[in-house]
């Protein structure tokens, strides 16, 4: 296994588009993890899966934000009408999960650039 | 007030020197990171640890659980070593809550 993938790297979108992004995470890992980055600022935190289940999401993922892993395998995180606050490095990191805390693997990220 | 405080913002060294970066945090975790993030964005994890010190390299990163503070020292270093670090800490959710990095330059 080569690590957490995410595709795109890049995205340039227009104002108002919806854009799609996806994070193959390593395989046995049932932990999923997506994460938001700022220039200058540290990442902060969107959502997170266990398996299929979202088990958790910030106040920053507003309603046109929305994140699934069908099958608890990839995950897509997809933004409705974006806007110029959008932009940003989108993190996907995945660990294994259950009782003990696991570090966590990161991929490469997609910036967004929303004009 | 951040939850995890990192300081210096900014840092640059002289190739040799030997480097403190320091992390507060404000709440109780179950473990506390240190994650070194290069230009283009990757993440990669360093340490993770929830007692006392760990040592890989050059790198050594220690906590005082009672005192809630971290750091991570690196010893002779080199340009190589110029990147951002990161301190992040993991509480009785699984997330990661991080500080805002300290950019470290390394000069030759």
């Known amino acids: 296994d080569t690590g957490v993938s995410q595709n795109p790297r890049h995205k340039i979108t227009k104002r108002g588009q919806n854009v799609t992004f996806r994070c193959d995470p390593i395989?046995?890992?049932?932990?999923l993890y997506w994460y938001r980055q700022t220039l200058g600022q540290g990442p902060e935190f969107l959502t997170y899966?266990?398996?299929?289940?979202?088990?958790?999401k910030s106040r920053l993922l507003s309603d046109r934000f929305s994140a699934e892993r069908p099958k608890g395998s990839f995950s897509t995180l997809e933004i409705q009408r974006t806007e110029q606050g959008d932009s940003a490095m989108y993190l996907c990191?995945?660990?294994?999960?259950?009782?003990?805390?696991?570090?966590?693997?990161f991929g490469p990220g997609t910036r967004l650039t929303v004009t | 007030k951040n939850e995890v405080e990192q300081s210096p913002q900014n840092l640059t060294a002289q190739e040799g020197e030997f480097i403190t970066i320091n992390c507060s945090y404000s709440?109780?975790?179950?473990?506390l990171h240190w994650l070194q993030q290069h230009p283009g964005g990757g993440i990669v994890s360093l340490f993770m640890?929830?007692?006392g010190k760990k040592k890989h390299g050059r790198l050594i990163a220690t906590i005082n659980i009672q005192e809630k503070h971290s750091s991570l020292h690196i010893t002779a270093s080199h340009p190589r070593d110029s990147a951002v670090y990161i301190c992040?800490?993991?509480?009785?959710?699984?997330?990661?809550?991080f500080g805002s990095g300290t950019q470290l330059t390394v000069l030759p």
């Open positions: 899966f266990q398996n299929e289940a979202q088990l958790e």
């Open positions: 992040a800490v993991t509480g009785s959710a699984r997330q990661l809550t």
């Open positions: 709440v109780g975790i179950s473990a």
């Open positions: 990191a995945s660990s294994f999960g259950g009782r003990y805390i696991y570090e966590q693997y």
């Open positions: 640890l929830s007692s």
């Open positions: 395989s046995e890992h049932n932990r």
